[in-house]
Structures are given as C-alpha cells and as structure tokens.
C-alpha cells in the first residue's frame, strides 16, 4: 500500500517541476519581448523627437517668403536676357537696313567718278556743239544729276573738301604743297573725291596738303645775312 502511494505522487511531482520550467521560460521570453519593444519605443521617440525639432527650426513662412525671393530674381532675370536680346536684335536689324549696301555702294563709286569725269570735260557752250553732240552731253548730265539724287536718298554722300581743314577720318594726303597763303594743312587740291555711306567712310578723298612757313622762313633767313 505504501509503495503504490509513493508511485502515485512521483508522477505529480514530476508535473509540477515540468510547470514551474514553463513558467520560468514564459517568464524569460516576457522579459525579452518587453525588452525589444522598449528599445523599439526609445528609437521611435528620438526620430519624432528629431523631426519635431527640424520642423520647429524652419519656419513655413519664412521657407515660402524665401521661394518667393528666388523665383521673383528668376523671372526678373529672364525678363532683363529678353529686353537685352530684343535691343539687341533691334540695332542688328537697322545696321543691316543701313549698311547691308556697303559693299554695292563701294563698287559704285568708281562708275560715278567716271560718269563725273565725262560730265566736268563737257563744254560750257553747248549752242555751238553739233546736235547730236548736245543732246549726248545733255543726257548725260541729266543722268548725272539724277544719280546724285538716287545716292543721296540712300545716304551716299561725296565728300568735296576743298578749302577744308584736313581730317584724317575723311581725306588721305597724297603731297604737299608750299605756300605762305595759306596755314598747314588745308586742303588745296583733290586728287579723287571720296564717298561715305551715313557715317561710315566707303572711300577717303585723296588731296594735296598745304604746307605753309618754307617760303617765310628763306626770305628771314636772307635778312639776318644782310643785317649781319
């Protein structure tokens, strides 16, 4: 009787040791669990808290305002680069209406002075001249005229500097001529008329140049040898 007694609470025994193991175990794997989610939980905290800190750091107002500032030079910008490119291709467009004949007006110049050679070598009297003669040098001079009207109207001048000062940017001084009746530098004979287109020079006027004080000077010199 004592031994079945003895056999029959073994079995509770081992039992409740098999219990209480659960339970430590259950216990542990509580342990770990509450730990994972606190680490979990402070990670969590520190990224809002973060975050709740960058966004108190930059006001919206002030990011908008400052948005604002950027596209406004932005556009102010692309509005001056339009303004300069349309000034710009305004003067391109009237240098071309002014001066896109140049090179035909250079050629021309040289058939005008030809045509002003045959106009200056007619005679003065044309009553005396044969008919045909007449009505030549008459065409010609009409045609002459008429051209100087056409080259005129499209800003082609001749330049005649006779009796002017010299300039360099007009007239190009071929010799010099001594005289005492006039200072230096006064142009006292054309060679070849030139020509300029508005402001721009299309051929100079080649001239002879006066030169004053070589004659004065011999005259002073050949006095201070007979005062001697």
Do not use: C
Not at 13 to 25: H, I, K, M, V
Not at 75 to 100: F, P
Not at 179 to 195: A, I, R
């Amino acid at each position: 009787m004592t031994d079945q007694k003895t056999t029959n609470d073994e079995p509770a025994e081992n039992q409740t040791a098999e219990t209480g193991a659960q339970d430590q175990a259950g216990s542990d794997n509580a342990a770990n669990d509450g730990s994972i989610d606190d680490v979990l939980n402070d990670v969590l905290a520190a990224a809002g808290a973060e975050t709740n800190g960058d966004a108190g750091s930059q006001d919206p107002l002030t990011a908008m305002i400052a948005e604002r500032d950027q596209l406004k030079d932005q556009l102010l910008r692309a509005l001056a680069d339009t303004e300069n490119m349309r000034r710009r291709s305004e003067r391109e467009a009237a240098n071309v209406r002014k001066y896109g004949h140049t090179p035909f007006a250079r050629d021309l110049v040289g058939a005008i002075d030809n045509l002003a050679r045959v106009v200056e070598s007619a005679p003065e009297n044309l009553d005396q001249a044969d008919e045909t003669v007449k009505s030549l040098i008459t065409g010609i001079q009409l045609s002459w005229t008429e051209l100087q009207s056409v080259i005129e109207k499209h800003g082609i001048k001749r330049v005649e500097p006779l009796g002017e000062k010299f300039d360099y940017n007009l007239h190009q001084a071929m010799f010099e001529v001594p005289t005492n009746d006039q200072p230096s530098g006064m142009v006292l004979e054309v060679v070849q008329h030139g020509y300029v287109l508005h402001d721009r020079l299309l051929r100079p006027a080649m001239v002879g140049v006066s030169k004053a004080g070589d004659a004065a000077v011999a005259p002073s010199n050949d006095q201070a040898k007979t005062d001697e």
